[in-house]
């Protein structure tokens, strides 16, 4: 019996609090509610902000792919015209763009139709910024095989060599370009009159990849060096 005297003590005590702050848990009760609906919606309006974003960005990929396809049928000043277009389009589209995968694949994108366009300068800048920004992302490992063609074409080879050491060494369990990168830097040291760090990455190459058709290629060379 005094165990039962117990508990209705205490609900008639739980009671009473409630009866005397009823207004207070009413409005905290009120307050968490409304938390919940505006994250819901804050996460709505992302998400919906986000899909806008994507769609809007391939559709920018797309307008590229197709400057790029029909370049031949064009003329020199419509090529111009579409260039100047395209680079603004893109560019303001990135001022605008919050982190995320619309901004990545706009930057590759510019950063693609500055390469065709020849601006090889401006193609490192951004390709570049994809790789700082975006180290983990699956366009981080293009951008770095592609800044490294950049320079090449530039006539850097020193800085050719740094990037595509860099697909090797950051992205070679996930790039098939690897391979290719490795036989790159081979090929640039012997240009660079350095036969023995092209052996070096020839070597290398054949050890990690050797079922690639780049290390047959390196066995070729090696044959020919050694």
Request: proline fraction near 3%; glycine fraction near 2%.
């Amino acid at each position: 019996m005094a165990q039962n005297k117990h508990e209705k003590t205490r609900a008639e005590i739980m009671s009473a609090f409630i009866s005397r702050n009823r207004k207070t848990l009413i409005i905290i009760t009120s307050i968490i509610i409304v938390a919940v609906i505006a994250t819901g919606i804050t996460i709505s309006t992302l998400n919906k902000q986000l899909y806008k974003k994507t769609a809007q960005v391939e559709l920018l990929y797309e307008d590229y792919t197709n400057w790029v396809n029909s370049s031949a049928e064009l003329s020199e000043e419509e090529k111009q015209d579409t260039y100047v277009k395209l680079y603004d389009d893109l560019s303001q589209f990135i001022d605008s763009a919050r982190n995320g995968y619309p901004e990545l694949r706009a930057l590759f994108t510019l950063a693609s139709v500055e390469y065709h366009k020849e601006n090889y300068k401006s193609a490192v800048d951004l390709f570049s910024q994809v790789i700082e920004e975006y180290p983990d992302s699956h366009l981080a490992a293009s951008a770095a095989m592609n800044t490294a063609v950049c320079y090449e074409l530039l006539g850097d080879s020193e800085s050719a060599v740094s990037y595509y050491q860099l697909v090797f060494d950051n992205y070679g369990d996930r790039s098939p370009d690897a391979p290719h990168a490795k036989f790159s830097i081979g090929r640039l040291y012997e240009s660079m009159n350095e036969p023995a760090k092209a052996i070096e990455s020839y070597r290398e190459l054949s050890t990690v990849y050797p079922d690639s058709e780049w290390a047959k290629l390196a066995v070729s060379r090696l044959i020919v060096l050694e």
